[in-house]
């Protein structure tokens, strides 16, 4: 009897390694750098003119960061069809070929202009963005409520875990601003949350045993800045206490955030109580329009100067120096701004 006892054990464990082993995709290459781009906000009736420029920093990783369409409907065959525009665009195909895809959604997408947990299509989207990003049928977004996931990459023995986060399923209800010149205003202390009971849940979990030298959280809105009075983390300010003790307490190495959603490009940083090093929110968008008549606005934690030419994000990780370049770039490839971030080697 025991010896079948420790025969299940020795399954079970067999099994976890190989169910762990699968969740690591691994990169061969001899650049000593691994890049990552990203971006958000891109118009499926607008020609992207990025993709070649993207495509020259041989990134092995692209992620959209959100609004990957504009639809705004409760069809679902308009989003289909809108999903269908935007893969069908060749220099699209051609950008992606032998890289990892990996993505979430903001408002656009998913189906209303700031919608939140109320939207009545949630599911049926969700599987249209999946398939977009080419989701295996059989991968557990396609179960679970939400399109949230995560991915380890290692690049010569080095990894990078990317943490998608899905800030719409769940999100509760936004508080509407008093003042005629915002939007939203943060809701009252504790009310609300943006990613629900089971995503914190995956995300504790994801943060907590991780390996990886730097893990990059993906959120389509951004979670520093917090004057401006649209979307934000901002609006909800015990999530963004939530999610800074986290990233404290799990000692997962080297973790920033992106994000998406404001047609502008930017950098914020924050030093958080008991991190080793600034919290960096590094803000790519957008691909295809920008909020052109831009004049500046309230960011405690900017850093440089905000970008509204139309722009992609990258990362390039020297694992050896154990920092991270972060670029903006857009037409011709240009350098519109730049951050180096450098982490703690333990």
């Not at 495509?55 to 069809?75: A, L, M, Q």
């Not at 947990?117 to 679970?144: C, G, H, I, W």
């Not at 991190?275 to 968008?285: E, G």
Request: hydrophobic share 35%.
């Amino acid at each position: 009897m025991k010896k079948l006892l420790y025969l299940f054990i020795l399954i079970a464990f067999v099994s976890c390694k190989i169910n762990y082993q699968k969740e690591v995709t691994k990169i061969k290459n001899k650049d000593s750098v691994f890049t990552i781009a990203f971006g958000s906000c891109d118009n499926q009736v607008i020609k992207n003119e990025l993709w070649p420029y993207i495509d020259k920093n041989n990134p092995s990783v692209w992620i959209w960061g959100g609004d990957n369409v504009y639809s705004d409907t409760e069809d679902m065959t308009v989003l289909e069809n809108n999903y269908k525009i935007q893969k069908q665009d060749s220099e699209y195909l051609s950008f992606i070929k032998n890289k990892i895809v990996l993505g979430t959604w903001d408002d656009h997408d998913y189906g209303a202009n700031d919608a939140g947990v109320q939207y009545p299509f949630k599911r049926q989207s969700q599987q249209l963005l999946l398939n977009f990003l080419d989701t295996p049928t059989n991968a557990v977004e396609r179960t679970r409520d939400g399109v949230y996931n995560s991915k380890t990459i290692q690049f010569n023995k080095n990894k990078v875990k990317v943490i998608v986060l899905d800030s719409r399923f769940f999100r509760t209800a936004l508080t509407k601003a008093k003042s005629a010149k915002k939007r939203f205003q943060p809701n009252a202390y504790g009310e609300g949350t943006m990613l629900g009971t089971e995503q914190w849940k995956w995300l504790e979990n994801e943060l907590n045993t991780s390996d990886a030298q730097f893990n990059v959280i993906v959120s389509s809105v951004q979670f520093l800045s917090n004057k401006h009075g649209f979307e934000a983390w901002a609006n909800f300010p015990h999530e963004i206490e939530k999610l800074e003790k986290l990233i404290v307490s799990s000692k997962a190495k080297g973790t920033f955030i992106i994000s998406g959603d404001r047609h502008i490009a930017t950098f914020s940083s924050k030093n958080v109580d008991g991190l080793a090093y600034p919290l960096i929110d590094f803000t790519s968008s957008g691909l295809t329009h920008t909020y052109t008549s831009f004049s500046g606005e309230e960011n405690p934690f900017v850093k440089g100067e905000v970008v509204k030419d139309i722009n992609f994000g990258l990362l390039q990780f020297d694992f050896k120096n154990n920092s991270v370049l972060m670029q903006i770039r857009g037409k011709e490839n240009k350098i519109l701004g730049e951050f180096t971030q450098k982490y703690p080697s333990n």
